[in-house]
Protein backbone atom coordinates (compact mmCIF):
# COMPACT_ATOMS: atom_id res chain seq x y z
CA UNK A 1 0.00 0.00 0.00
CA UNK A 2 1.61 3.65 -0.64
CA UNK A 3 1.68 6.24 1.61
CA UNK A 4 -0.63 9.47 1.69
CA UNK A 5 0.32 12.00 -0.38
CA UNK A 6 2.51 14.92 1.93
CA UNK A 7 1.71 18.06 2.16
CA UNK A 8 4.10 20.02 0.04
CA UNK A 9 4.95 22.46 2.55
CA UNK A 10 6.14 19.85 4.81
CA UNK A 11 10.11 20.21 6.23
CA UNK A 12 11.87 16.95 4.86
CA UNK A 13 11.71 13.89 7.44
CA UNK A 14 9.15 11.16 8.94
CA UNK A 15 6.64 13.66 10.33
CA UNK A 16 4.27 14.44 7.73
CA UNK A 17 1.02 16.39 7.43
CA UNK A 18 -0.93 14.37 4.14
CA UNK A 19 -1.94 16.38 1.76
CA UNK A 20 -5.11 17.99 1.48
CA UNK A 21 -6.01 16.64 5.27
CA UNK A 22 -6.64 19.76 7.23
CA UNK A 23 -9.44 21.64 8.40
CA UNK A 24 -7.94 24.63 10.24
CA UNK A 25 -8.80 23.31 13.50
CA UNK A 26 -5.82 24.89 15.02
CA UNK A 27 -5.20 21.98 17.63
CA UNK A 28 -2.21 20.08 15.97
CA UNK A 29 -0.11 23.24 16.36
CA UNK A 30 -1.62 24.57 20.27
CA UNK A 31 0.37 21.11 21.15
CA UNK A 32 3.65 21.60 18.95
CA UNK A 33 4.01 25.13 17.69
CA UNK A 34 7.19 25.06 17.54
CA UNK A 35 7.18 22.05 14.80
CA UNK A 36 3.49 22.58 13.31
CA UNK A 37 2.36 25.94 10.98
CA UNK A 38 -0.15 26.67 8.50
CA UNK A 39 0.75 28.00 5.28
CA UNK A 40 0.29 31.53 4.44
CA UNK A 41 -0.19 30.59 0.87
CA UNK A 42 -2.97 27.71 0.43
CA UNK A 43 -5.79 28.53 2.54
CA UNK A 44 -3.94 27.13 6.16
CA UNK A 45 -3.21 24.14 5.47
CA UNK A 46 -1.04 23.02 8.38
CA UNK A 47 2.46 21.13 8.15
CA UNK A 48 5.56 20.38 9.65
CA UNK A 49 7.91 23.38 9.61
CA UNK A 50 10.45 21.48 11.48
CA UNK A 51 10.83 17.85 12.48
CA UNK A 52 11.20 17.10 16.10
CA UNK A 53 14.72 16.24 16.90
CA UNK A 54 14.77 16.62 20.90
CA UNK A 55 12.60 14.14 23.00
CA UNK A 56 10.43 17.24 24.05
CA UNK A 57 9.92 17.83 20.79
CA UNK A 58 8.65 14.33 19.87
CA UNK A 59 6.29 13.87 22.95
CA UNK A 60 4.60 17.16 21.13
CA UNK A 61 4.77 15.97 17.63
CA UNK A 62 3.35 12.41 19.39
CA UNK A 63 0.62 14.91 21.30
CA UNK A 64 -0.14 16.84 18.24
CA UNK A 65 -0.88 13.75 16.16
CA UNK A 66 -3.45 12.27 18.97
CA UNK A 67 -5.58 15.82 18.88
CA UNK A 68 -5.56 16.02 15.05
CA UNK A 69 -9.13 16.49 14.24
CA UNK A 70 -9.06 14.04 10.95
CA UNK A 71 -6.09 11.91 11.25
CA UNK A 72 -4.01 13.79 8.83
CA UNK A 73 -0.69 14.00 10.95
CA UNK A 74 1.39 11.19 10.21
CA UNK A 75 4.58 9.49 11.03
CA UNK A 76 6.74 8.05 7.84
CA UNK A 77 9.24 6.75 9.43
CA UNK A 78 10.41 3.00 10.32
CA UNK A 79 12.11 3.61 13.94
CA UNK A 80 10.65 1.03 16.09
CA UNK A 81 10.50 2.83 19.58
CA UNK A 82 8.52 5.35 18.50
CA UNK A 83 6.26 2.99 16.04
CA UNK A 84 5.31 1.36 19.11
CA UNK A 85 5.22 3.99 20.87
CA UNK A 86 2.39 5.10 18.52
CA UNK A 87 0.81 2.10 18.23
CA UNK A 88 0.64 1.75 21.87
CA UNK A 89 -1.21 5.40 21.62
CA UNK A 90 -3.46 4.02 19.55
CA UNK A 91 -1.98 5.78 16.47
CA UNK A 92 -1.41 2.73 14.28
CA UNK A 93 -3.53 4.15 11.71
CA UNK A 94 -1.19 7.23 11.29
CA UNK A 95 1.83 5.18 10.27
CA UNK A 96 3.04 4.23 7.07
CA UNK A 97 5.06 1.29 8.77
CA UNK A 98 4.03 -1.41 11.23
CA UNK A 99 6.86 -2.35 13.99
CA UNK A 100 8.55 -5.97 13.64
CA UNK A 101 7.54 -8.66 15.76
CA UNK A 102 4.04 -9.80 17.14
CA UNK A 103 3.18 -6.26 18.39
CA UNK A 104 0.00 -6.07 16.77
CA UNK A 105 -0.52 -9.81 18.78
CA UNK A 106 0.19 -8.03 21.57
CA UNK A 107 -1.63 -4.88 21.56
CA UNK A 108 -5.09 -7.06 21.39
CA UNK A 109 -4.76 -8.54 24.60
CA UNK A 110 -3.12 -5.16 26.39
CA UNK A 111 -6.98 -3.33 25.50
Known amino acids: KEPPVRY ?3 S ?4 YV ?6 RCGAPEFEAPD ?3 HSKT ?5 YFKKQPETPDELERAICAMSVS ?4 LRYGGTDEK ?14 DHKP ?8 KFLK
Open 8 to 10: SEN
Open 12 to 15: QGDF
Open 18 to 23: ENDACM
Open 35 to 37: LID
Open 42 to 46: EYGHC
Open 69 to 72: CIAG
Open 82 to 95: ILKRLYEEGLENEC
Open 100 to 107: KGSFDFLK
